[in-house]
């Protein structure tokens, strides 16, 4: 298979992620803004058109952030990636090189992108201020945030404004997220999927880098100095 690069990768999730958003509003080029898109949500809560987020469900998907874990996250049968957390610390591994990763450091406040044996180190990020913690599981779910829904034993079905809808089966330790299917009018069906593993014993070392690792500072590359990381708020459609 091809090797990916970590950047290409990034790209396809923040890509992911807005087709989901956009699928997940029918695919209408609404313009509203996120606090119209809550407005409008509240609205329809009112008029008995869904239950809204329920505190079991908010419950739910902090515990998902908080989660000390591996996730193998796959899209429609292929591997995405595996991503690990751990007290605010997580791996990016790209599932087809085992050479190239990112590693965000919670204690140093240091991201690595990892290549091989060389990386490039950028300081004072913060942990959800990068593109890669798009591919996180937490991050995943809370593009559906705000769509009302209702929670039937082990599943949340979500009804979305502009028709489609979002089902997401709780199956996973402690009643995590284990899939997500997106439904919108004339647009493919999305699956995403996680499998979790090392719950409660994700080992230190995979947010270390290693000592055998050349490291370049992001600030010391010409041309960069003003280059600011991507966030991954989901663009209004």
């Known amino acids: 298979m091809e090797k990916r690069s970590p950047l290409i990768i990034a790209a396809t999730a923040l890509t992911l992620m807005v087709m989901l958003a956009w699928a997940g509003c029918g695919g209408?080029?609404?313009?509203?803004?996120?606090?119209?898109?809550?407005?409008?949500?509240?609205?329809?809560?009112?008029?008995?058109?869904?239950?809204?987020?329920?505190?079991?469900?908010?419950?739910?998907?902090?515990?998902?952030?908080?989660?000390?874990?591996?996730?193998?996250?796959?899209?429609?049968?292929?591997?995405?990636?595996?991503?690990?957390?751990?007290?605010?610390?997580?791996?990016?591994?790209?599932?087809?090189?085992?050479?190239?990763?990112?590693?965000?450091?919670?204690?140093?406040?240091?991201?690595?992108?990892?290549?091989?044996?060389?990386?490039?180190?950028?300081?004072?990020?913060?942990?959800?201020?990068?593109?890669?913690?798009?591919?996180?599981?937490?991050?995943?779910?809370?593009?559906?945030?705000?769509?009302?829904?209702?929670?039937?034993?082990?599943?949340?079905?979500?009804?979305?404004?502009?028709g489609g809808s979002v089902t997401i089966e709780l199956k996973g330790p402690q009643g995590l997220p284990t899939k997500i299917e997106v439904k919108a009018p004339g647009e493919e069906d999305e699956v995403i999927e996680f499998a979790y593993k090392d719950v409660g014993n994700v080992s230190d070392d995979l947010f270390i880098l290693p000592s055998n690792v050349t490291v370049t500072a992001l600030s010391d590359i010409e041309g960069l100095e003003n280059i600011q990381v991507p966030d991954v708020n989901i663009p209004n459609r």
């Open 28 to 162: 209408q080029d609404s313009g509203t803004t996120t606090e119209d898109n809550a407005a409008t949500v509240a609205a329809d809560t009112a008029e008995g058109t869904g239950s809204g987020t329920s505190s079991d469900f908010e419950s739910q998907m902090s515990d998902l952030e908080d989660l000390e874990a591996t996730v193998d996250v796959s899209q429609n049968g292929e591997m995405l990636v595996t991503w690990s957390q751990k007290d605010g610390s997580w791996r990016w591994q790209d599932p087809t090189d085992k050479s190239s990763y990112v590693i965000y450091n919670d204690i140093q406040d240091k991201l690595w992108i990892v290549d091989g044996d060389t990386a490039t180190e950028s300081s004072g990020v913060g942990a959800q201020g990068q593109s890669w913690w798009g591919m996180s599981p937490a991050a995943m779910i809370q593009t559906f945030a705000l769509f009302p829904g209702n929670q039937s034993g082990d599943t949340w079905q979500m009804n979305v404004p502009g």
